[in-house]
């Protein structure tokens, strides 16, 4: 099933992925596509393997099969993706939330672009993450924005300067611009003049907040969320949500979230993928509520009533 946004262009395109640690085989036969301006939600039981699947789309674990595929707009300019191979891309790196390494799993292969049909019917070319360059991966990177589910704030730091260590380690702005600009990302989070306060300060919500603020300063094209109703209240986590589709809106961006909050994958989700941890592969994908009203599979609509089972009418 294909989300129900009429977008046509590949974001990230997820093609036979084997995930394992050591021997331990975690999900398998892994194919799905995330598009352009999807919020796009990871579910799936306890232990299935979603936030190992944020981790490979992240660039932070390396599959043992397959290949992850990357097609981002902004970069694919700058970098002459579609004529070259070569980015050139100096020395971005990481996006975010400061704490994204490269995974360095290892050799490099092959050519690092492959074509892929476009939603629309036109070929497009892709990026494998890791089947290109290092120069290549650390562009990718810098485009992910993630925030991780404490925020990951340092504690000793303001929320401002937080915010500024993206920017002081990636761009050349003066210190004022970056200050402005810190300023204006916590504005967008709905943290206007909280720039001096610690993290220590402020409320959970806050906190995460300020987190997505930073996974914000470099201006990611895609957002990564892990668990982000975890440890809120329920009017917090709504409020979270509210912020997730502003933020789609209003950048543009595409947001990929691991969940299993029923309310915020019904609220904000455009499509999904459905991880079983029994047959180790996925089970269903597409628009959530499209899926509560239509799938077939009693494990999909369990998951998706709560136990309860789809009502009778
Ligand atoms: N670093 C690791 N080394 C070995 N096994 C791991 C590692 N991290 C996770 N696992 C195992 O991989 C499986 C999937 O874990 P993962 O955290 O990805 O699941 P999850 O769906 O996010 O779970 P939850 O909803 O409980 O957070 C689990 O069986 C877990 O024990």
Sequence with gaps: ??????????????????????????????????????????????????????????????????????????????????????????????????????????????????????????????????????????????????????????????LAENISLPLEEYTNLGKSSIRELASLKLALVGLAGFEDYYPSQISGGMRKRAGLARALALDPEILFFDEPSAGLDPVSARLLDDLILELRESLGATIVVVTHELASIFNIGTNSVFLDPVTKTMIASGNPVDLLETSDDERVVKFLTRGEGRQKV
Excluded at 113 to 127: L, Y
Aim: hydrophobic content about 35%; glycine content about 14%.
């Design 1 to 158: 099933m294909e989300t129900s946004m009429a977008i046509h262009r590949h974001c990230i395109i997820v093609e036979n992925l084997t995930m394992a640690y050591g021997s331990s085989i975690i999900q398998q036969n892994l194919d799905f596509i995330v598009n352009q301006g999807d919020i796009f939600i990871i579910m799936g039981g306890s232990g299935c393997g979603k936030s190992t699947l944020l981790r490979h789309l992240v660039g932070l674990q390396k599959p043992s099969l397959g290949r992850i595929l990357y097609s981002v707009a902004g970069h694919n300019k700058e970098a002459g993706w579609g004529q070259s191979h070569d980015a050139g891309a100096g020395k971005t790196q990481n996006a975010g939330a400061g704490k994204i390494q490269n995974a360095g799993a290892g050799k490099t292969q092959n050519a690092g672009a492959g074509q892929s049909q476009k939603a629309d019917g036109k070929k497009g070319e892709s990026v494998s993450f890791w089947d290109t360059s290092p120069d290549n991966r650390r562009l990718l990177m810098k485009n992910m924005g993630i925030l991780y589910q404490s925020g990951a704030l340092w504690s000793s730091m303001t």
